[in-house]
């Protein structure tokens, strides 16, 4: 086993993309609501690395290592339906991400999110049903999720104070240039995992005093799968501070 100490001067990340998007302005009942959007991007990133044995601390001299990735990502998303009734909405959602792995210039790994749901809006009362249903590949394997998505508010005192719930769920799709995005430092040759999140619950009460004072106590429980966390390793002694993936 070996650990790396990175060379705070080597780091080097270009991001390049374009992102185009139209969505309806008619918000009339009845009336047909879209919501498109598509981007992508490229991104490159390389950095050294000097090897430094775990056993005794010591650079390792005449090696220092490059490690590079080049990434692309594409994003499609597309929200669709109609109001009736005065009062209801019925909306599908469909978005689709899709980016290669590390060594590999086919886009590899891919989400898909399908959300249909019911919007009601009447006086005091609003809520939000629907389903998630998500599909993933990964280098070659395949796997889905079916999560429950719910939100619901009542206005307590009329434009001042509401109480509101939230119940969820969400396979959230990483690549290395959202993990770049929390952490500049990370090694190019980092594993990508998807980050789940089967529970996401809230519930609370939130309002205003007056325009500009204003207030939101809540309480939640959130469950997280393979979340990527970032620490300082500082016991090898020829480092202070050693960024670890």
Avoid: C
Avoid at 9 to 18: D, E, F, H
Avoid at 137 to 158: C, M, Q, R
Avoid at 210 to 231: A, C, K, P, T
């Amino acid at each position: 086993n070996s650990e790396f100490m990175k060379d705070s001067l080597s780091t080097a990340i270009t991001k390049q993309g374009i992102k185009v998007f139209a969505k309806s302005v008619n918000n009339k009942n009845n009336s047909l609501l879209y919501d498109i959007d598509l981007s992508y991007g490229t991104l490159n990133s390389k950095a050294n690395f000097y090897e430094i044995y775990d056993s005794y601390g010591l650079p390792f001299p005449g090696f220092l290592k490059e490690s590079k990735i080049d990434e692309k990502y594409l994003n499609l998303g597309l929200t669709a339906g109609s109001g009736f009734s005065g009062n209801s909405k019925i909306l599908s959602g469909v978005r689709f991400e899709s980016s290669n792995s590390p060594g590999s210039d086919s886009l590899n790994r891919s989400n898909l999110e399908i959300h249909p749901r019911y919007v009601y809006s009447k006086k005091r009362l609003n809520f939000d049903l629907g389903i998630k249903y998500n599909v993933w590949w990964d280098k070659g394997i395949s796997g889905y999720n079916l999560y429950f998505s719910g939100s619901a508010s009542f206005e307590l005192v009329k434009n001042k104070i509401w109480i509101y719930g939230v119940l969820d769920g969400k396979n959230n799709f990483m690549n290395f240039s959202k993990l770049a995005d929390l952490n500049p430092w990370i090694h190019p040759k980092t594993e990508v995992k998807n980050v789940e999140q089967p529970v996401i619950a809230r519930a609370g009460i939130k309002g205003k005093f007056r325009e500009r004072v204003s207030f939101n106590i809540y309480g939640g429980y959130y469950e997280y799968r393979n979340q990527l966390y970032f620490y300082a390793n500082n016991s090898i002694p020829t480092s202070i501070y050693i960024p670890a993936n």
